[in-house]
């Protein structure tokens, strides 16, 4: 990053760049909380996941208004307004992340109710990890400004949505067997679809970074052209 004549504007930017992986950090926990609830049925946990969106939401309005506040003191221009977005861009899907781990909790807790019957068996905790190994990825190349590692991010999202779309056939052959399974199908579709979103919106971080530190527009660009863009810039 640049250097400025101004010490304060440089620590106001690292605060900045700090408070996004702080967010980062709390969304990831709020995810992993999530996920252990349902797979353990501990439904106090996923009641405090449901709870805690809060306080994910309040980060997201406090580096909303930070932002603006360097925006009018110091009109940065270059890589310094490009972090700024960046920032602005990234609280916004780090804030949606929190929301798929309220909505996994919330569909874990049905899930879970004690008279629940008729769930059906599918496995979802290597999607999660897929996903949130995207998130951790993402967020990592924000801290080092590593274009190339954000890069690979986009790579792992064709993973994680191949993964879904055979969790999704899993859980129609279910339906179509036992239409006693159909409900709660649905439900568990949901949360496969929310740990989907989970990569997407890692995804959008990545590409981000890319523009943060490339001043590249990769949004709706394959990974391969990302890459080419990437090596000729």
Known sequence: MNEHTSKNFDLELESLRTRVLQMGGLVE?????AMEGLSAGDIPLLEAVIRDDNRVNQLEIELDGACNQVIAK?????IDLRM?????????DLERIGDKARKIARLGCVLHDQHAISIPDVELSHISELSLKMLRASLDAFARLDVDAAAEVLHLDETVNTEYKALVRQLITYMMEDPRTISHSL???GIAKAIERV???SKNIAEYVIYMIKGLNVRHSSPGEIDEKIATS
Do not use: N
């Open 29 to 33: 926990q709020q995810m992993r909380k």
């Open 74 to 78: 110091r009109q940065p221009t270059a």
């Open 84 to 92: 700024i977005i960046t920032v602005l861009k990234s609280t916004s």
């Open 187 to 189: 439900d568990i579709m």
């Open 199 to 201: 990569g997407d919106h």
